[in-house]
Nanobody, 128 residues
Framework: QVQLVESGGGLVQAGGSLRLSCAVSGRTFSVYTMGWFRQAPGKEREFVAAISWSGGSTDYPDSVQGRFTISRDNVKNWVYLQMNSLKPEDTAIYYC?????????????????????WGQGTQVTVSS
């Protein structure tokens, strides 16, 4: 089992920055791709970022490309999401996700069904 706990959410003005953190515990040696997703009220969960086990490969959708950066520390078992130039439309609950069965290798990192472990989420609110 892998446990994920997010932190770092909060209220920020448009144009500001936040850094989300995800603490990974348990069977950390079984974690492959890590991802961040978000879900706004009344909307479906949306892919935000993914990073490979080594950290050498990252993916982002166009909506956050150039503004968000995902990184990971496999020694300390943390995953981070640096969010810059935040917009009101970035307001959502942000979830950390882990793939422990290599599903992302076959199905891709963009799909929430490729991840089998999830955190409880952290709220990010961007005011205009």
């Amino acid at each position: 089992q892998v446990q994920l706990v997010e932190s770092g959410g909060g209220l920020v003005q448009a144009g500001g920055s936040l850094r989300l953190s995800c603490a990974v515990s348990g069977r950390t040696f079984s974690v492959y791709t890590m991802g961040w997703f978000r879900q706004a009220p009344g909307k479906e969960r949306e892919f935000v970022a993914a990073i490979s086990w080594s950290g050498g490969s990252t993916d982002y959708p166009d909506s956050v490309q150039g503004r968000f950066t995902i990184s990971r520390d496999n020694v300390k078992n943390w995953v981070y999401l640096q969010m810059n130039s935040l917009k009101p439309e970035d307001t959502a609950i942000y979830y950390c996700a882990a793939d422990t069965v290599k599903e992302t290798y076959f199905s891709g990192s963009y799909y929430d069904t490729s991840y089998d472990c999830w955190g409880q989420g952290t709220q990010v609110t961007v005011s205009s």
